[in-house]
């Protein structure tokens, strides 16, 4: 799936119309969110996601800028390309096989905004200095809910490489099933917000508390509450990195396998070989697409199958 900031501006996040089919669901995820966004205007909802987005961003490229200094530490050079001046750094693919290397291909959205917020120093944009962190997991939902929408109206048309409307609603089986992945994600994202906006509540009621300790001078009273916070704080960080190592390993697993499999059909199909990169790897992606529930394997870009097919080639030419 993903989290496309840009489909706020096809959708009115705040009083669109969100269709009831083939999902109810997506109504009550919009509302969720839109709660937790209450006196925010469409504007400040796609600031939100926008100024999310870039933080995104910025992330995987000092993930990306780490994972290089890394492999030159460990003098795996063999898992590099650069140009001829050795100033323009990338990482092959198939160092994923050995590192955990997160990327926007292997980490959902959830996951590198939760890194963000762990990792980062963030420094609120000038239109939104007293946004809460729960706000921009709220415009992800909702952002998430556009590119639904998105999809029940569009498809990618592979010959034509672009989206193009709908001719009928006769949605396929694999098609309904990726639109029920993009709710569920959603889902997972607006459940996080609420998370954080209960634990924000839960500690400025904790600090009133605090407060009206400190006029009594009942210091035990801010002990307790201190440990509290803290405590509230640690078990939370430890839930996060906890699903954060499950959805790593998880997400490795079926990258590989996925990888695997299209270069295997890859491998098989003579057809394919004679192609360019490019055109065969947009033929395997619609093969991915296809089989993607039937297989269980993950869905990815037509351009990262191409870098697969690139590398596979010089596999086998050494």
Known sequence: MGFYYRDLEKFDP????VSWAPFREAKNIAWRARNLLHGRN???????ASELDSWIDAYFDSENES????????????????????????????AQDEFDIRNSDNTEPLEAAKEVFESMDILHAPDLPDAKDYEYFAAMALS?????????????????MKSVKRLTKNYETHEVSRFGSQLIEAMEVVTYAESLKSIARIEKTMRASLEKAHKKDVL?????VKAQITAMHNENREKQQKWGQKGKDKSLEQRNKSQAAVLAQWDLDASLQKKSNAKAAAALWGWLVDQRYKQDL??????TIEKWISAHKKTLST
Not at 14 to 17: C, D, L, T, V
Not at 42 to 48: A, I, P, T
Not at 73 to 88: A, I, T, V
């Open 144 to 160: 998430m809910i556009g590119s639904y929408l998105d999809a029940l109206e569009n498809t990618f048309d592979i010959k034509k």
């Open 42 to 48: 469409n504007d400040q909802v796609q600031s939100l």
């Open 298 to 303: 993950l869905e990815f870009s037509p351009e």
């Open 67 to 94: 994972s290089i200094q890394m492999l030159k530490d460990e003098k795996r050079y063999d898992l590099l390309d650069s140009d001829e001046d050795g100033n323009n750094w990338e990482i092959k693919s198939e």
């Open 220 to 224: 035990i009273v801010e002990e307790q």
């Open 14 to 17: 705040m009083k669109g119309e």
